[in-house]
Nanobody, 115 residues
Framework: QVVLVESGGGLVQAGGSLRLSCAASGNIFSVNLMGWYRQAPGKQRELVGAITSGGSTKYADSVKGRFTISRDNAKNTLYLQMNSLKPEDTAVYYC?????????WGQGTQVTVSS
């Protein structure tokens, strides 16, 4: 079992920045891929960005150049630095961890960007 707890969401004006954190605990050995997803009202959950244990990253086209995903393996924490936020970034953001055939999700944190 892997437990994920997100934090750092909130209300920000367009053009502003937020940093989300996802603290992992439990059986985190062999967690290889971690990522951030988001779900806006009435829409499907979508990938924002992901990072491997080796540090390779990928991003959704909509956030490239604005968001940066990183992980601190010593602290078992995943981060998402979000800059130049837009109203369309408003969503609940979820952290996900992959360990073998198992996927674990956090409870989500709300990000609201006002225009």
């Amino acid at each position: 079992q892997v437990v994920l707890v997100e934090s750092g969401g909130g209300l920000v004006q367009a053009g502003g920045s937020l940093r989300l954190s996802c603290a992992a605990s439990g059986n985190i050995f062999s967690v290889n891929l971690m990522g951030w997803y988001r779900q806006a009202p009435g829409k499907q959950r979508e990938l924002v960005g992901a990072i491997t244990s080796g540090g390779s990253t990928k991003y959704a086209d909509s956030v490239k150049g604005r968001f940066t995903i990183s992980r601190d393996n010593a602290k078992n924490t995943l981060y998402l630095q979000m800059n130049s936020l837009k109203p369309e970034d408003t969503a609940v953001y979820y952290c996900k961890a992959n360990r073998g055939v198992y996927n674990y999700w956090g409870q989500g944190t709300q990000v609201t960007v006002s225009s």
